[in-house]
């Protein structure tokens, strides 16, 4: 089975820096997406950043200049480097990928546990 599993979280002064990152195992034939995605108490589940389909790049607005989405198509692994970040970007990150694992099954979506992101001072 395909998992993902995130890391890198933990808590950081306003202004600081964390690097999440988001391993893949398991089998995996074909990878039409992969981002990462926020959530924060009382509030929607939103993109941060992804590489779509086409191989280009989306951000949040609220992140863009800030935040920098990385991947290693050799190992279907995909980071986010997060700088200056502010206390409204406090939440539990989540990596999802949008693939098929094997060529005759179909594609979905799978998803991380999430990794905890609190900025504070």
């Known amino acids: 089975q395909v998992q993902l599993v995130e890391s890198g979280g933990g808590l950081v002064q306003p202004g600081g820096s964390l690097r999440l990152s988001c391993a893949t195992s398991?089998?995996?034939?074909?990878?039409?997406?992969m981002g990462w995605y926020r959530q924060a108490p009382g509030k929607q589940r939103e993109l941060v950043a992804a590489?779509?389909?086409?191989?280009?790049?989306t951000y949040a607005d609220s992140v863009k200049g800030r935040f920098t989405i990385s991947r290693d198509n050799a190992q279907n692994t995909v980071s986010l480097q997060m700088n200056s970040l502010k206390p409204e970007d406090t939440a539990v990150y989540y990596c999802?990928?949008?693939?098929?694992?094997?060529?005759?099954?179909?594609?979905?979506?799978?998803w991380g546990q999430g990794t905890q992101v609190t900025v504070s001072s």
């Open positions: 398991g089998s995996i034939f074909r990878v039409y997406s």
């Open positions: 590489f779509t389909s086409g191989g280009s790049t």
């Open positions: 999802n990928a949008d693939l098929t694992s094997h060529p005759a099954l179909r594609r979905r979506d799978y």
